[in-house]
């Protein structure tokens, strides 16, 4: 199993560098909703566009993807890869996943009780839900998930194109997770951005946390 070892790891600099861009996009995105009118403008744009432009087939398809990555759902994914990991020895991977999923969402839930954003409203709804919109937990979930496989897939790979496709494969998963929020009305476009920065920053964090953790400890 390879690990981050330190500041002379290129992978740590990578880590770094999407660790700060991702707190920046965050406080850009939570910024900009505490103003509300200037980025509401533009998400109701986005809104009512992919509300007035939608079909029941893929309104269904939709409906099945955002009902996979409920959390329930979620846990029930992360709990099968955690018991996969640890049967397969990497105990470290475990504890990451074990920190990053829960902890993430958690924090995604004091964020919206901080925000407390009103979700749109529609005449004719798809979906109706009565929590807070900011940020969304469907795709801070699905980032936290899919983004932990990546990592997990890109370390221990040997080859380019493996890891290219796998990180391909999952930002697909979040994009179309965060897709599904906003096209069934749930969710504005800042609400899902905000969900993979702010996801995002966590899981590196503990990935990092994790990777000194086991290097300090002389696994790595």
Not at 43 to 57: A, M, R, Y
Not at 76 to 105: D, E, K, N, Q
Not at 123 to 130: F, G, H, M, V
């Amino acid at each position: 199993m390879r690990h981050i070892t330190g500041p002379r790891d290129v992978r740590f600099w990578i880590a770094i560098a999407v660790l700060l861009a991702a707190s920046a996009s965050f406080a850009l995105i939570a910024d900009a909703v505490s103003d509300k009118a200037p980025i509401l403008k533009q998400d109701l744009q986005v809104s009512v566009w992919l509300h007035t432009h939608g079909s029941p087939v893929f309104t269904a398809f939709l409906l099945a993807i955002t009902d996979v990555h409920s959390p329930l759902g979620m846990t029930i994914m992360s709990c099968l890869l955690a018991f996969l990991l640890w049967r397969a020895g990497h105990h470290y991977w475990t504890l990451s996943l074990g920190l990053a999923v829960p902890g993430g969402l958690l924090i995604n839930t004091i964020i919206k009780l901080t925000f407390n954003r009103a979700r749109p409203v529609w005449e004719d709804p798809i979906l109706t839900l009565s929590s807070a919109s900011f940020p969304s937990g469907h795709t801070a979930g699905a980032t936290l998930f899919y983004g932990f496989l990546a990592a997990y897939m890109v370390w221990n790979m040997k080859t380019a194109w493996p890891r290219v496709l796998a990180v391909l494969g999952c930002t697909f998963m979040v994009a179309l997770v965060g897709f599904s929020r906003i096209y069934l009305g749930v969710h504005y476009l800042s609400d899902v951005l905000a969900a993979v920065s702010m996801s995002m920053v966590w899981l590196v964090a503990c990935l990092l946390a994790v990777r000194a953790l086991a290097h300090h400890r002389g696994v790595a």
